[in-house]
């Protein structure tokens, strides 16, 4: 099992930059990847991007460039850094864990936090 909790959300103006951290618990944290999504109003969630153990992060196409994705292996923490904050960046973002060594299949949920842009 993996326990995630979310920080870091909240309102800022376009152009601007938000930094989101997701701690994480549980015994097979070195085993697991670590994603992030994000569920807009009125749309699916989305892929946002992904991180395992070690190694590079990916991203959707859609944020290369804006965002990145670090983690922190000694805090059991992953972050989600986004600049240049765009109004369609408003969405609830998830921290999401896969199921040990098996980096695409995100079965573990944070509860989300809240990021609002304003233009």
């Known amino acids: 099992q993996v326990q995630l909790v979310e920080s870091g959300g909240g309102l800022a103006q376009a152009g601007g930059s938000l930094r989101l951290s997701c701690a994480a618990s549980?015994?097979?944290?070195?085993?697991?990847?670590l994603g992030w999504f994000r569920q807009a109003p009125g749309k699916e969630r989305e892929f946002v991007g992904g991180?395992?153990?070690?190694?590079?992060?990916t991203y959707a196409d859609s944020v290369k460039g804006r965002f990145t994705i670090s983690r922190d292996n000694a805090k059991n923490t992953v972050y989600l850094q986004i600049d240049n904050l765009r109004p369609e960046d408003t969405a609830v973002y998830y921290c999401?864990?896969?199921?040990?060594?098996?980096?695409?299949?995100?079965?573990?949920w944070g509860q989300g936090t809240q990021v609002t842009v304003s233009s």
């Open positions: 999401a864990a896969s199921r040990p060594f098996s980096p695409s299949e995100y079965i573990y």
């Open positions: 549980g015994r097979t944290f070195g085993s697991v990847a």
């Open positions: 991180i395992r153990y070690s190694g590079s992060p």
